[in-house]
């Protein structure tokens, strides 16, 4: 069993940064892919970033350039830097993990899932 909590999430002015944080815990996590989805109302979850235990790492094109995603090994934790926030990123952030190096953009491909942190981006 994996566990997994986020936090960092906010309110934020357009243009602002977030980093968002997920500790995880559990059996082998450092053998995870660990990735960050988001949902936003009446929308569907989709992909935003992952990154494999060996450190490869992807990010969905309305991330890149903005985004970054790290992760501590030691710490167990891993990062979303956001920024240049704009308003159509405002939804709830999930964090995710998967056993293994691929690094899969489905979130049904993912096992485990955190409860969620709230990104609010106001004009």
């Known amino acids: 069993q994996v566990q997994l909590v986020e936090s960092g999430g906010g309110l934020v002015q357009a243009g602002g940064s977030l980093r968002l944080s997920c500790a995880a815990s559990?059996?082998?996590?450092?053998?995870?892919?660990m990735g960050w989805f988001r949902q936003a109302p009446r929308k569907e979850r989709e992909f935003v970033a992952a990154?494999?235990?060996?450190?490869?790492?992807r990010l969905s094109d309305s991330a890149k350039g903005r985004f970054t995603i790290s992760r501590d090994n030691a710490k167990n934790t891993v990062y979303l830097q956001m920024n240049s926030l704009k308003p159509e990123d405002t939804a709830v952030y999930f964090c995710?993990?998967?056993?293994?190096?691929?690094?899969?953009?489905?979130?049904?491909?993912?096992?485990?899932w955190g409860q969620g942190t709230q990104v609010t981006v106001s004009t």
């Open positions: 995710a993990a998967r056993y293994g190096s691929s690094i899969r953009i489905g979130g049904d491909e993912y096992d485990y």
């Open positions: 990154i494999s235990w060996t450190g490869d790492n």
């Open positions: 559990g059996r082998a996590i450092n053998l995870h892919t």
